[in-house]
């Protein structure tokens, strides 16, 4: 990949820079500031994909043919850049980074047709039902089972940590469909189309940040239709696999780990030092902030080199090579955040926290995002596999490759 941009290159830039200038409204742009989490407020973070999604741009690392831009690798680290320096809103990952790719990749043609459009549109949204109590991160011994019967499978367990479930219309899922064999095995891929069938119930969970961003669900004798079944009965884990590999290494990160450096770099010019001038001329910050910052270019380059179609990219150990060092490195930067605002972070302030709210918050706003961003990020090096997890699995790559 080219690092210096031509000046077509950048006049693109301008192009994007001036539509996230104009398009966001106020509202967008405050989930914008106000996101603490991969997860941006829903309503508005919807809102902001619909606006994207009749500008063309919701999806640019879709084929063409699907919806996708047709970007060069150079544009697309343009426009990620351009939307973090923006503070916008991410869109959500679980319908446009997970279950659309998949479906690009593995899905019929009917599952195509029926729900590509809506996911681009932003007309869909898709919970993730992976976890389950009990299991941790021992994905292949969930227990949810779906029975054959005529047509449709009958559901009955649970599952947890199912991401904005409350707020999803649908919802993709492992279920056992078998138990001889390796635990491996007996595992089926299901999409819902609808996540309030008779007997599906979902409660959401307040974290630790004091945010329902999770959600349990419960099935008890729910009925869904086997065409929704992605891949074979009882080859679920080959699909759930391949979906991974979207969730764990499909984007890049490292732009939104520069913004959040950004902001700790700007706060900590106004931060008194407790031993005289600004925080940001403390050595010890600057220290942190400087390690921190070039391993976040580190991470930068190999997002280039992947997405630039670099032999990298279709290492086996790639996707968990990528999840481990970005999670480590967003706790990183979430760390130094609430370090920078030390006590003006302690406040619990959800009310202010909240898109529309008129209660203004006790400090600055990087002192009202910087507490919840770093607790909601302790789970980064959990959710998606954690991080022990994919130590063992690129262990196991090297090893084959010996």
């Given at each position: 990949?080219?690092?210096e941009f031509?000046?077509?290159?950048?006049?693109?830039?301008a192009?994007v820079?001036?539509?996230?200038?104009?398009a966001?409204?106020?509202?967008?742009?405050?989930?914008?500031?106000?996101?603490?989490?991969?997860?941006a407020?829903?309503?508005?973070c919807?809102?902001w994909?619909?606006?994207?999604?009749?500008?063309?741009?919701?999806?640019?690392?879709?084929?063409?043919?699907?919806?996708?831009?047709?970007?060069?690798?150079?544009?697309?680290?343009?426009?990620?850049?351009?939307?973090?320096?923006a503070?916008?809103?991410?869109?959500?990952?679980?319908?446009?980074?997970?279950?659309?790719?998949?479906?690009?990749?593995?899905?019929?043609?009917?599952?195509?047709?029926?729900?590509?459009?809506?996911?681009l549109?932003g007309?869909?949204?898709?919970?993730?039902?992976?976890?389950?109590?009990?299991?941790?991160?021992?994905l292949?011994?969930?227990?949810?089972?779906?029975?054959?019967?005529?047509?449709?499978?009958?559901?009955?367990g649970?599952?947890?940590?199912?991401?904005?479930?409350?707020h999803?219309?649908?919802?993709?899922?492992?279920?056992?469909?078998?138990?001889?064999?390796?635990?491996?095995?007996?595992?089926?891929?299901?999409?819902l189309?609808?996540?309030?069938?008779?007997?599906?119930e979902i409660?959401?969970?307040?974290g630790?940040?004091?945010v329902?961003?999770?959600?349990?669900?419960?099935?008890?004798n729910?009925?869904?239709?086997?065409s929704?079944?992605?891949?074979?009965?009882?080859?679920?884990?080959?699909?759930?696999?391949?979906l991974?590999?979207?969730?764990?290494?499909g984007?890049?990160?490292?732009p939104t780990?520069?913004?959040?450096?950004?902001?700790?770099?700007?706060?900590?010019?106004?931060?008194?030092?407790?031993?005289?001038?600004m925080?940001?001329?403390?050595?010890v910050?600057?220290?942190?902030?400087?390690?921190?910052?070039?391993d976040?270019?580190?991470l930068?380059?190999?997002?280039?080199?992947?997405?630039?179609?670099?032999?990298i990219?279709?290492?086996?150990?790639?996707?968990?090579?990528?999840?481990?060092?970005?999670?480590?490195?967003?706790?990183?930067?979430?760390?130094?955040?609430?370090?920078?605002?030390?006590v003006?972070?302690?406040?619990r302030?959800?009310?202010?926290?909240?898109?529309?709210?008129?209660?203004?918050?006790?400090?600055?706003?990087?002192?009202?995002i910087?507490?919840?961003?770093?607790?909601?990020?302790?789970?980064?090096?959990i959710?998606?596999?954690?991080?022990?997890?994919?130590?063992?699995?690129?262990?196991?790559?090297?090893?084959?490759?010996?």
């Open positions: 990949m080219n690092v031509s000046p077509e290159l950048e006049a693109f830039r192009e820079a001036e539509f996230f200038a104009t966001p409204t106020p509202a967008i742009r405050e989930a914008g500031r106000k996101t603490t989490s991969v997860f407020p829903f309503d508005q919807m809102e994909h619909k606006i994207l999604a009749k500008k063309g741009w919701a999806a640019p690392h879709w084929p063409v043919e699907y919806g996708g831009t047709g970007w060069s690798v150079e544009q697309r680290f343009i426009f990620a850049e351009e939307y973090r320096k503070d916008l809103p991410p869109l959500l990952p679980q319908s446009l980074g997970m279950v659309g790719p998949l479906l690009i990749d593995i899905g019929t043609e009917e599952q195509k047709a029926k729900y590509l459009s809506p996911i549109a007309e869909d949204f898709w919970a993730q039902g992976y976890s389950e109590p009990g299991s941790g991160s021992d292949a011994s969930l227990q949810c089972r779906a029975e054959p019967d005529g047509d449709d499978y009958i559901i009955n649970s599952k947890i940590w199912t991401t904005y479930a409350h999803a219309n649908r919802m993709f899922m492992l279920v056992r469909t078998d138990n001889s064999g390796k635990k491996q095995q007996g595992i089926t891929f299901l999409l189309d609808r996540v309030d069938y008779p007997g599906m409660r959401p969970i307040v630790l940040d004091g329902p961003e999770q959600c349990e669900v419960f099935f008890d729910v009925r869904v239709p086997q929704g079944r992605v891949g074979e009965e009882n080859d679920g884990w080959s699909v759930a696999k391949h991974l590999k979207h969730e764990r290494g984007s890049a990160s490292s780990l520069v913004h959040y450096l950004d902001r700790a770099k700007e706060a900590a010019a106004k931060t008194p030092s407790p031993f005289g001038g925080l940001a001329d403390d050595p910050f600057q220290s942190e902030f400087g390690e921190l910052h070039a976040v270019a580190s930068g380059h190999m997002e280039k080199l992947a997405i630039s179609g670099h032999p990219a279709n290492d086996p150990a790639f996707p968990s090579l990528n999840k481990t060092i970005n999670s480590e490195l967003l706790q990183r930067a979430s760390t130094l955040m609430s370090k920078v605002s030390g003006g972070g302690l406040a302030q959800l009310e202010a926290l909240r898109v529309g709210s008129n209660v203004e918050p006790l400090g600055s706003e990087f002192d009202l910087s507490m919840p961003l770093y607790l909601n990020s302790r789970a980064a090096s959710y998606a596999g954690s991080n022990e997890v994919q130590r063992d699995l690129i262990s196991r790559s090297l090893a084959a490759g010996v």
